[in-house]
C-alpha cells in the first residue's frame, strides 16, 4: 500500500520560532511537493522538487525553504513563523513526467502559530 | 488566468441521488489528465477518478463517473446514489503533458442529507 507520511498531524508554535515539517513517501517517487490550503483558496504549491537536491518555487515560496536531500524525504522549514503561516500544510508525491499519474498525499499537518 | 475553475463553493445533495460537481479547465497542451479528489474532514487527500485528454470513453469508478467534454474544456465529477459519507471537499486538478506540477480548483463542499 502506498504511503506518504507526514511529521505531525498538528502542530503549535510560536512566533519567531523555526518550524520544520517533514515529509517521507515510500513509493520510489522523484517528485515531492508542499501545499498550503487555505478555506476558500484551495491548495497552493509552496516548493516542489523533482530529484535530491532539486526544488522548484511554486506560487507562494515566501517565508518558507525547503530540503531533499534523500530521495524519500523532503522537508518544509519556516526560518521565523507568523501568525500568517497558520494554515494546513500538505505533502504529496508523484512519479516524474507522466500526465496519467496522480499524486498521493500525506494526511496533513495542522500548523498554529500564537 | 486560473488553470482550474470550480465555481461551487458548497454543495447539498439528498441521501440516494445523484450530484454534479464543475469543473473547468484552461490549457494549451494536447496532452493533460485530469483527476479529482475528495478530502474528508479528517484531512487526507483521496484519489477518486482520473481521465486522460486523449481517452474517448467518461471515466468510471464506481459510483464516481467524470463528464468529459474537451471541447468546452470541463470535467465535470458525477457521484451517483450518494451517501452520508460523501459529505467532504472535493477537488478537481491538472496535469499537463510531462510537466510535474499539479494544478488545483478552489474546491467544492458537498453535503449529503439524510
Known amino acids: 500500500d502506498v504511503k506518504v507520511t507526514q511529521s505531525s498531524r498538528y502542530l503549535v508554535k510560536r512566533t519567531g520560532e523555526k518550524v520544520f515539517l517533514e515529509c517521507v513517501q515510500d513509493m520510489d517517487h522523484e517528485n515531492m511537493f508542499w501545499y498550503r490550503q487555505d478555506p476558500g483558496l484551495g491548495l497552493r504549491l509552496i516548493y516542489f522538487?523533482?530529484?535530491?537536491?532539486?526544488?522548484e518555487k511554486g506560487d507562494i515560496p515566501e517565508g518558507y525553504s525547503v530540503s531533499r536531500e534523500k530521495k524519500e524525504r523532503f522537508s518544509l522549514i519556516l526560518e521565523s513563523a507568523s501568525t500568517n503561516q497558520t494554515s494546513m500544510y500538505l505533502c504529496?508525491?508523484?512519479?516524474?513526467?507522466?500526465?496519467?499519474?496522480?499524486?498521493?498525499f500525506g494526511p496533513g499537518t495542522r500548523l498554529t502559530v500564537l | 488566468a486560473q488553470k482550474i475553475t470550480q465555481t461551487q463553493p458548497g454543495m447539498f445533495v439528498q441521501e440516494k441521488e445523484a450530484v454534479t460537481l464543475d469543473c473547468t479547465y484552461d490549457?494549451?497542451?494536447?496532452?493533460?489528465?485530469l483527476f479529482w479528489y475528495k478530502q474528508p474532514s479528517s484531512g487526507e487527500m483521496i484519489f477518486l477518478i482520473y481521465?486522460?485528454?486523449?481517452?474517448?470513453q467518461n471515466a468510471t469508478e464506481g459510483r464516481y463517473s467524470l463528464n468529459f467534454q474537451k471541447a468546452r474544456k470541463s470535467a465535470n465529477l458525477v457521484i451517483s446514489a450518494s451517501q452520508l459519507g460523501d459529505s467532504a471537499m472535493y477537488f478537481c486538478?491538472?496535469?499537463?503533458?510531462?510537466?510535474?506540477?499539479?494544478?488545483f480548483g478552489t474546491g467544492t463542499s458537498l453535503t449529503v442529507i439524510p
Open positions: 490549457t494549451s497542451d494536447q496532452s493533460y489528465g
Open positions: 481521465q486522460g485528454s486523449y481517452d474517448e
Open positions: 486538478a491538472m496535469r499537463e503533458g510531462a510537466g510535474n506540477q499539479f494544478y
Open positions: 504529496a508525491s508523484s512519479f516524474v513526467g507522466r500526465s496519467t499519474d496522480t499524486q498521493y
Open positions: 522538487s523533482y530529484d535530491v537536491k532539486m526544488k
